[in-house]
C-alpha cells in the first residue's frame, strides 16, 4: 500500500442515510458516541489503552450489513442457509441521517490504483498484526496493519471527514467511516432517538 497519494485523493460530499446496529443498553445514553474508539484496536485505527488515536465512526450502507459487522449475524453472506443470530445479544437498530461535504470512496478501483491497495487488503486480517509474537507459531508481521496505517492517514488530511470502503464481512457492500472531531461547518449526523424522542446529533 502506497500512502503518499492520500493527500491528493478524489473527495465528494455524502448524504444518506447510513445505519449501525448496537446493544439496547447504550441506546439511550451512547447511540453515537465514539469516546471509547480512542483507545479500541479497529480495521483503521491501530488505538490501544496506551496508545490513544483518533475518534471513529463505523456505519453501514444497509440493516443486513450492520448486524454482519458488529456480528450479530454469524457465519457467511456468501453461503445461504449458514447464517444465524448471535444467540446471547440483542440488537437495535439506527437509521443515521449523514451530511458530510468531503468523503474519500476507497470502493472505487481508480482510488485503489492511487493507493497500489486492492479490494483483498482493505478487507484482509488486520487483528493479526497485534496477535502475532514470540509465543505464536507465525511471529511476523507484527505493529500496524496497513488499513490501520491508512486510516491514521487519511485523518490527518486538513478537511476530510471519512471514507467510504468496502464492508470486511460482506464485501460486495460498503461502510462508512467517520472522523467526528473532523466534521465541517455544515455537517452533521442525525439520528432520532425513539426512547427519548429527541434528535440527536454530532455536532
Known sequence: MKLTPVGRLPTQPESRIWYRALQPQFLS?????????????SRFSDATPANPRFEILYLAENQQVAL??????????????NVIPHPRRAWVMMNVTVRLRQVVDLTDVAVQNLLETTAQE????????????????VQQPTGSAPTQELGLALYQVPSLEGFRTLSA??????VLAVFPAKLQPGSRLEW?????GNLESIP
Open 29 to 41: 445514553s451512547a447511540a453515537l458516541a465514539t469516546a471509547h474508539t480512542r483507545t479500541l484496536s
Open 68 to 81: 454482519f459487522e458488529v456480528q450479530a449475524l454469524l457465519g457467511s453472506p456468501a453461503a445461504p442457509g
Open 122 to 137: 482493505l478487507t484482509g486480517d488486520w487483528q493479526g498484526y497485534r496477535l502475532r509474537g514470540p509465543a505464536t507459531t
Open 169 to 174: 464481512r460482506v464485501p460486495y457492500n460498503e
Open 192 to 196: 432520532l432517538n425513539p426512547i427519548t
